[in-house]
T-cell receptor
Framework: DTAVSQTPKYLVTQMGNDKSIKCEQN?????MYWYKQDSKKFLKIMFS???????INETVPNRFSPKSPDKAHLNLHINSLELGDSAVYFC?????????????????FGPGTRLLVL | GEDVEQSLFLSVREGDSSVINCTYT??????LYWYKQEPGAGLQLLTY?????DMKQDQRLTVLLNKKDKHLSLRIADTQTGDSAIYFC??????????FGAGTRLFVKA
């Protein structure tokens, strides 16, 4: 059973297009995240949602709009794609942070969506 | 501000021990993690340590934490070619944000 799944796995598109990436977790977690990993493998958090509410927005351009229809899903819509958006986007989930024990804060990552903007 | 630093590359021979080092800046860090990323995959938790611990051992993995120097290390004993991957150090202060280092690329030579 896949814990955190993302679709699509690969996305190749033209500059200026609008695209969406979907994420689902079946772990019953309260918190979900979107990360961007660039070609040098640097991992940067973009958004964090807890119980469908936006908690963290790390100065991401307005062209990126996350949507959480329920606790198990966090989708990422990107408008007017630019060359610099090419990267691997990872979704992750965790239990509510702040509880005792490091396991509860462990993040479970999806397999990634490789986005290439031409 | 919060920052996590790691060296970018490490090369070892099969059977040797690997030691991956990490420094962090936030003294209020509650948990420190080591994640492993294999090619084409997402990150997977290897181990974690609570900030009031100095050491944690889990089979071939040993984590050492020097809280005074804000230094974390991961030792992999008897390194195998299957250990070749990127290893990310990460810190959390118990909030919604986990800060990741840039990752150390471990190359294991047969």
């Amino acid at each position: 059973d896949t814990a955190v799944s993302q679709t699509p796995k690969y996305l190749v598109t033209q500059m200026g297009n609008d695209k969406s990436i979907k994420c689902e977790q079946n772990l019953g977690h309260d918190t979900m995240y979107w990360y961007k990993q660039d070609s040098k493998k640097f991992l940067k958090i973009m958004f964090s949602y807890n119980n469908k509410e936006l908690i963290i927005n790390e100065t991401v351009p307005n062209r990126f709009s996350p949507k959480s229809p329920d606790k198990a899903h966090l989708n990422l819509h990107i408008n007017s794609l630019e060359l610099g958006d090419s990267a691997v986007y990872f979704c992750a989930s965790s239990q509510a942070p702040g509880l005792a024990g490091g396991r509860e804060e462990t993040q479970y990552f999806g397999p990634g969506t490789r986005l290439l903007v031409l | 501000g919060e920052d996590v630093e790691q060296s970018l590359f490490l090369s070892v021979r099969e059977g040797d021990s690997s030691v991956i080092n990490c420094t962090y800046t936030d003294s209020s860090s509650t948990y420190l993690y080591w994640y492993k990323q294999e090619p084409g995959a997402g990150l997977q938790l290897l181990t974690y340590i609570f900030s009031n611990m100095d050491m944690k051992q889990d089979q071939r993995l040993t984590v050492l934490l020097n809280k005074k120097d804000k230094h974390l290390s991961l030792r992999i004993a008897d390194t195998q070619t299957g250990d070749s991957a990127i290893y990310f150090c990460a810190e959390s202060t118990g909030g919604f944000k986990t800060i990741f280092g840039a990752g150390t690329r471990l190359f294991v030579k047969a």
